[in-house]
């Protein structure tokens, strides 16, 4: 059975969305505040503010607020569990893979191909 851990469900809702990932991709280049943030979208402000919250609650982005300016900055550590998943099943297919290839290999000399 796989294993299903809430954390890791969280980090691809929140990738799943292309407003938030370009959200990251912007935030990768240091922190921003809000407003900035929401210009290059055409999303209304509370808009923005539930993308925000989601990637907040999945752990991806810290924020903090100085007078009215929310400012938000990126997390890259909360990406490895998702980085470790992955791995783990890019192992799982490639040992399946090369298993299938030795099969066909044995197929075809037996055959005499």
Same mark, same amino acid.
């Given at each position: 059975? @796989?294993?299903?851990?809430?954390?890791?469900?969280?980090?691809?809702?929140?990738?799943? /969305?292309? =407003? &938030?990932?370009?959200?990251?991709? &912007?935030?990768?280049?240091?922190?921003?505040?809000?407003?900035? !943030?929401?210009?290059? =979208?055409?999303? &209304?402000?509370? =808009?923005?503010? &539930?993308? !925000?919250?989601?990637?907040?609650?999945?752990? !991806?982005?810290?924020?903090?607020?100085?007078?009215?300016?929310? =400012?938000?900055?990126?997390?890259?550590? @909360?990406?490895?569990?998702?980085?470790?998943?992955? /791995?783990?099943?890019? @192992?799982?297919?490639?040992?399946?893979? /090369?298993?299938?290839?030795?099969?066909?290999?044995? !197929?075809?000399?037996?055959?005499?191909?």
């Amino acid at each position: 059975m @796989a294993k299903h851990e809430p954390d890791l469900s969280l980090l691809f809702h929140a990738l799943s /969305d292309p =407003t &938030r990932r370009a959200i990251l991709t &912007r935030l990768a280049e240091g922190p921003a505040a809000v407003s900035e !943030l929401s210009a290059p =979208t055409a999303l &209304r402000l509370p =808009t923005v503010m &539930r993308h !925000l919250s989601v990637l907040e609650m999945a752990g !991806l982005i810290a924020s903090s607020k100085d007078g009215r300016v929310r =400012t938000c900055a990126i997390v890259p550590e @909360a990406l490895l569990p998702m980085r470790s998943w992955l /791995d783990e099943q890019r @192992a799982i297919w490639e040992a399946r893979l /090369d298993r299938l290839e030795d099969q066909v290999m044995k !197929l075809m000399q037996e055959r005499g191909t």
